[in-house]
């Protein structure tokens, strides 16, 4: 239903078509409020209007308002503002694409050094005290240890033998 | 001439929008609105040139940060009308904001009176004249 005479309900109509074409990249819920609430801006602004000719007063209405333009671009600071918190990504989501990207290969590579540097039973060799010659051999020509070390720290009575039956430079530290 | 135009234009629009919207949440604090009638209200007797459609960007922004709440209601007379009003949150933040609107208030107009009262003095001597009276 129309609430104008015919020739202010085309420019009214005007007007509001050109506000849409400026509002073609909000949401749609929110061009429609928007269109919504500037009829009834529109409305009440007329009615209340002095001048007695129709088109006067509606074209007062519509300069008092603002340019199409204009009316869109104050709000669309504040839909950029929206749509950009929207999009704002979760601190714990990026922490976790952090810890994704650079903290598995760096833990496998720590565990590769790890396994890798020491070999298998290097570890169990300072853990343990291995008597297994192979083992302490393998880790003496990897240059794990110092002989100065193996000389401050002596193995107790039951693996002394075998210490001191390997060549000084090669005996490994614990 | 151009330039400083420009220059007034760019500032009042900075000073507006805060006050602005602060005068919002005033005018909201005492009773509800429909865009039109508080635009009648904020602009007064129409010495404020403001243009009509700045206050509904203000209103939505409030709207969505919970300031406001908003409702259509069908009207008699033509489209239906959104009704305004602040919710419990904004007229708390209003009642805090307003101490520190009067004390900036308050420091212009000081500022202002003090450059009045030296003024026709050269600058170097209101500069050794405060110190004098800071000592």
């Known amino acids: 239903m129309s609430h104008y005479p015919e020739v202010v309900e085309k420019i009214v109509e005007d007007y509001l078509q050109r506000v849409a074409i400026q509002l073609k990249r909000f949401p749609k819920s929110d061009q429609e409020e928007v269109l919504k609430e500037l009829s009834s801006h529109i409305y009440e602004s007329y009615c209340a209007g002095s001048d007695p000719d129709p088109v006067g007063r509606i074209l007062e209405v519509l300069r008092k308002l603002g340019e199409p333009a204009d009316v869109v671009a104050e709000r669309l600071h504040e839909s950029l503002l929206n749509v950009g918190k929207l999009k704002k990504v979760p601190l714990s989501v990026l922490g976790g694409i952090v810890v994704g990207m650079f903290g598995l290969p760096l833990g496998f590579a720590g565990v590769a050094i790890l396994l890798g540097g020491r070999g298998p039973a290097g570890i169990g060799g300072c853990i343990f005290r291995d008597s297994d010659p192979v083992a302490r051999h393998w880790r003496c020509r990897h240059g794990i240890g110092t002989a100065q070390n193996a000389q401050s720290r002596p193995l107790g009575p039951s693996g002394g033998a075998g210490f001191h039956s390997i060549p000084r430079a090669y005996r490994p530290v614990f | ?135």
């Open chain 2, 1 to 135: 001439m151009d330039y400083l135009d420009g220059e007034k234009e760019r500032r009042v629009t900075q000073l507006r929008k805060g006050i602005l919207e602060l005068a919002v949440m005033g005018t909201l604090y005492h009773e509800q609105h429909y865009g039109y009638s508080l635009v009648r209200v904020l602009m007064g007797d129409g010495s404020l040139s403001l243009r009509e459609g700045t206050v509904y960007p203000i209103l939505t922004r409030l709207d969505k940060e919970g300031l406001v709440r908003s409702e259509w209601v069908e009207s008699d007379q033509g489209p239906p009308r959104k009704y305004y009003s602040l919710t419990a949150h904004g007229r708390k933040l209003f009642e805090s904001l307003m101490p520190e609107f009067d004390q900036l208030v308050a420091l212009v107009k000081q500022s202002r009176n003090g450059a009045k009262s030296r003024q026709g003095q050269p600058l170097g001597e209101r500069i050794l004249v405060t110190k004098e009276e800071k000592a």
